[in-house]
């Protein structure tokens, strides 16, 4: 976990990073997520070829488990305009309740 944590500042300030988080399960303080996203995939694959995610790499074989690894491409990101449009289509009758 520490050596994870002190990673989290200079991933966060690398070139196309938009976020970089950390969380630990409050039930099983073993059982940690990493989260980063980028603004391109140009700029995540230059992470992955770095230097700083080869010690995310080092941090993952020191696990106590084999880590779980996932990586989500998002095309879209939608917000308020979204629930708006949903709950609007309620109105109209389509509504699940």
């Known amino acids: 976990m520490a050596m994870l944590r002190s990673l989290v500042g200079p991933v966060s300030v690398s070139r196309g990073c938009l976020k970089c988080r950390l969380f630990q399960n409050v039930l099983d303080e073993n059982m940690v997520s ?23 790499l080092v941090a993952l074989d020191l696990a106590s488990e084999r880590p779980e690894v996932c990586f989500e491409h998002v095309s879209d990101r939608l917000g308020m305009d979204l629930i708006a ?11 699940d309740l």
Do not use: A, F, M, P
Request: glycine share 2%.
């Open 34 to 56: 990493w989260e980063e996203e980028w603004r391109t995939r140009d700029d995540l694959h230059r992470h992955i070829r770095s230097r700083l995610y080869r010690q995310i």
């Open 85 to 95: 449009s949903v709950r609007s289509d309620r109105k109209s009758g389509s509504s």
